[in-house]
Every structure is written in structure tokens, then in C-alpha cells.
């Protein structure tokens, strides 16, 4: 029979990250190489035989048990190719991002995991390889919508291993080599300070940045949100006294934002809009119309201040009835 493909490393899984053959383990899945179906450990129908790698291709040929009458079904639509499809089921040890060659872009990539079992399946996974599932370390199937989360716990495992075998690596040297005597002050220790007085000095150090970080940023977050509400102010105050419309309330937010003296200025250079209550004169205990509307028809009351012409219609309805004669 035609070799079965398990993986092709240039290619992106289903599961979203790409499976470098490099660090496959075989050797337990050589010692028992099972074939199933569908992952079903009830379901062994087979065994693989001659894995190899072939460029970028994980591959291996199939052996189906003669004896089992669903294995010799299976066999049958391989023989007759209704059926090529091959799923390892793998167990993930270690797994990093990083830049793709070929698209530039951050990619999940896993580069330490043991071969688990290998299924024969009808559905593709990508181009080269097909469907893959994966175990946790007891051997159990992760469900498919949880991969991507184990995957990324897997990998802040191994970054959190790093940091701790850096920290590990340079408090050794620092035991070994003979500190400044400002980075004496620095930790707070003494020249004659153990391993164990260097660690504790690290730990606190990083503790007190880590703690002066967040208040920086609480501060940082304050100072945002206070000057986001200035800018809000200065723009309300700007179309209560009608010198912008309510449309340019985000357009000037913004540029509040980023030049707030700028801003204060052009809109206070806007004539602000003219209304009635803010001229109205009490003249002999009555109210008159400034001047220079004494000659506004209804439309122009309507127009420029409707809500003065309403004012008018309460408080002086003989001017009211006066203006409405006008056209």
C-alpha cells in the first residue's frame, strides 16, 4: 500500500500551530506502533510500519489486522481510495512562538512531542497532513476547543522554566563573581552576603519595580482619564454656548486630546451663538426684544431661536403676536 502522510511540517493543523518532525519521539510509539480508528483506543485495527521523515513529511506505511473483520473494512476503502487519511494522536512537551519564514507573522509552533498513536481518519486537517489530536500527560484526549488553551498554558510552563533558570544561572554568577559596591547598594546586601541573602535581595528588588511599574501606570491611567474629561468639558461648555454643533463633538474631543491650549483657543475665538435669555432686558418691570431682532420675521425666529420665540410666546405674548405678523 501507498505510505500514509502523519505530519507536513509546512503546514498549519487544524488545531492553528505546526508540528516540527524534528522534535517527534517515537521511540514508545516504535515499540507499539498502533493503528486505530478514529482515535478510539476500543478501535485497534492495525500497526504502522517503517516510520520515517521524507523532507518535511512524517510518513509511514499501514499493516492491517487480517483476523478483524472492521479492520479489513477500513482496508478495503484504503485499497479501493475512498479513505487516505492518517491523525496522529500526540502528546505535547514544549511549544514557543515564533516568526514565520514565510509570512512574517507570530505563529505557534511545537517543538517537543511524543507520538502517541496514529488513526486512520477521512477528514483533512491541512494540505499534507490530516486531523491531529492531542493527549494530556495521563494519556487522556484534550477536547478540540481546548487544545489552543493547553498549548499556551504549555508554553507559558516553558518561558516561566526559562525566567527561572535565568534567575538561577545569574544569581550563581553573581556568588561567583565579586559585586560592585553599588550594586551592593543597590540590593541592600552585604559584601559577605550567601546565595540565599542574594536571591532574597533580587526577589525583593524585583517585587519593589514590579510595584513602582504598576503605580506608574495607575497614575499614567489617571492622568488619561482627567484630561480626557477636561477635553469633554471644554467641548460641552463649547456647544452649550453654540459655538459647535453636536456633530464636531468627537472631531473636537480629539483634538482637545492632542493640543488642549489649541483648542480652547479656536473655540473660544467661535462667536458663540446668540439666544434671547442672554439678552433680554428688563425694561420698566418688562421684557423687549434686543434691537437688532427687532425686525426678525417668524421664520427667522424660528430659524435662529426657537427657543427664545417660545420664551416670547409665554412671557410676552403681545410680542409674540406682534412677530408672527410679520412675514
Known sequence: ???????????????????????????RFNENPVMLNNHDLAQLIGKWLNLQTEGSLLTAEPEFDEGDPDALKIKGKVERGYLRGASPGIIILA?????????????????????????????????????????????????DGDVKCHIENII??????????????????????????EALVALGIQETADTAAVS????????KAETAEKEVRELREKAEAARRRAAEEMVGLAIQEG?????????????????????KVTLDAIPAKQRLAAHIQS????????????NWTLLQWMKNDMSGL????????????QIKKKV
Open 1 to 27: 500500500m501507498e505510505r500514509f502522510v502523519f505530519n507536513d511540517e509546512t503546514k498549519k493543523n487544524s488545531h492553528g500551530f505546526y508540528l516540527l518532525n524534528a522534535g517527534g519521539r517515537f521511540e
Open 95 to 143: 511549544a514557543e512562538w515564533r516568526e514565520n519564514p514565510a509570512t512574517k507573522e507570530q505563529e505557534t509552533y511545537v517543538t517537543d512531542w511524543e507520538l502517541f498513536e496514529v488513526s486512520t481518519v477521512s477528514v483533512p486537517s491541512n494540505a499534507g497532513a490530516l486531523t491531529l489530536r492531542v493527549y494530556d500527560s495521563n494519556h487522556h484526549l484534550v477536547n
Open 156 to 181: 507559558r510552563l516553558g518561558l516561566s522554566s526559562k525566567t527561572n533558570e535565568n534567575i538561577t544561572k545569574h544569581v550563581k554568577m553573581s556568588t561567583e563573581m565579586k559585586l560592585t559596591a
Open 200 to 207: 532574597a535581595a533580587i526577589v525583593a528588588l524585583k517585587v
Open 243 to 263: 459655538r459647535i454643533t453636536a456633530d464636531k463633538k468627537e472631531a473636537f474631543i480629539r483634538l482637545a486630546l492632542a493640543d488642549p491650549e489649541t483648542t
Open 283 to 294: 425694561i420698566a418691570g418688562g421684557d423687549v426684544i434686543p434691537a437688532e431682532r427687532k
Open 310 to 321: 417660545k420664551r416670547l410666546q409665554v412671557e410676552a405674548p403681545e410680542v409674540y403676536e
